[in-house]
C-alpha cells in the first residue's frame, strides 16, 4: 500500500497503454496480432490462457480502452446469470457503442451460465473477454470457444519481472540490491502479482526491501502453496511425478498438499486421466477406465468426500505397470507429420465415392486384415508403435 496515496501498489503500476506494457511480446509486440488488433481498434471475443500475474487484466483493460468500449469485470467465482442481465440492460456512456465483459476464471462458469451467454456474444451485444489458468478447450462449451479467439500468454522472464521490479522501486522511491532483486525475481517465478505483492508488503512493514526483510514477509503473510502461484505448478508436477515413480507414498503426500489448499479436485482428476494414457498406456488399459470414473466421481461429489476418490485413484495409478509406447509412438508420429506435411494416403486405403475415384483404382485391392505397410510411401518401414511385450 502506497502511503501517500493509500492506493495498493499493483493498482499505481498497472499500465494504462501498450507501450508501458511488460511481457507477451509474442501478442503484442510490433505487427504481432493483439497489438494489430488494439492500434485498430478492432474489438472481438477473445480468451486469454496462461498462468496468474502475466497482464491478462491489464491487457482486458487496455483493449476497452483503445476501443472506446464500457469495460464491465466479474469474477466467474461469483458472477450470475442476474448480473450478466444487469450488464446488458445497464445504458452506455455517451460515446461509447460497446460493452465488454471481462470475465475472470472463465473455467468456473458452468455450463447452464455458459450456454446463457452465448447468445449475447454471438450477436455481438457483449463482447466477451475471459482469463484462465485452465486449457479452455476443456472448460469452455464448444460454441462459446469457436466465437472467441484464444490467445496463449507466458510466464515474464527474468529480464521482464526484474523491469516490473525495478519500476515499483521508482514509484516507492525507494532501492532494492542485486542479490534481493534476483531472489525475489526467482521466487516471482514468471508472476508480477506475486513480485509486486511481496514488494508492497515488505515496504509497508519495513520501509526497506532486502534479502531479509522480503523473507520475513513471505513467512508472515501466506503459506507458499497458492493455487494460482508457483507452487502449484510445482506441487502438481510432483505429483505426476511420484505416480510416474511408482511412489505411492509420495503422489498421495502431494495429493493431500493440494486438497488442504483446497485446489481444484477437477484439475487434478484431468491430470490423473491424462496420466492413465500417458505413462500407464498398455501396461493396464483398465486405468484409464478408473481414471475416467475418479473424475465423474469428484465433479458428481465435490469437496470434502471427493478426495477419498481421488486417494483411490492415485494408489492405484501409481501402483499400476507402466508403458509409454502409445504416448512415445503419437509423438513420434506426430514429428513426422510436422517434418513431411500431408504425405498423399495410399490408394489402397482411400474411399472409392464415385466412378471417377473407382477408376483411378481408390480402394483397389483392399483387406479388412492385410499385413502391407499401410504408411505412406515415403514413411514405408517407419514403426511407432514398439510393442514392449514382445
Sequence with gaps: MNTQTGQPLAMLLRPKSLKDFVGQSHLVGENKPLRIAIENHQIF??????????GKTTLAKIIAKESNADLFEMSAVSASKDDIKKILNANNNLTINKKVLFLDEIHRFNKAQQDFLLPYVESGQLTLIGATTENPSFEVIAPLLSRCRVFVLKELSEEETGEIIKRACKILKTKIDKTAKDWLIQMANGDARQAITMIDNAFTLYEKLTIETLKTTLQNSFLRFDKKGSEH?????????????????????????????GEDPKFIARRMVIFASEDIGMANSNALLLANQVFQAVTQIGYPECAINLAHGVTY?????????????????????????????P?????????????????????????????PEKLKGRKYYIDLKK
Design 233 to 261: 505448478y510445482d506441487t502438481i508436477s510432483a505429483f505426476i511425478k511420484s505416480m510416474r515413480a511408482s511412489n505411492a507414498d509420495a503422489a498421495l503426500y502431494y495429493l493431500a498438499r493440494m486438497v488442504e489448499a
Design 347 to 375: 490408394l489402397v486405403l482411400r474411399n472409392a465415392e464415385t466412378q471417377l475415384m473407382k477408376d483411378l483404382d481408390y480402394g483397389k485391392g483392399y483387406e479388412k486384415y492385410s499385413k502391407e505397410d499401410l504408411l
Design 45 to 54: 471475443s477473445m480468451i486469454f490462457w496462461g498462468p496468474p500475474g502475466v
Design 317 to 345: 495409478l501409481a501402483l499400476s505397470p507402466k508403458n509409454r509406447s502409445a504416448y512415445d509412438g503419437l509423438r513420434s508420429a506426430q514429428a513426422d507429420v510436422k517434418t513431411y506435411g500431408n504425405l498423399p494416403i
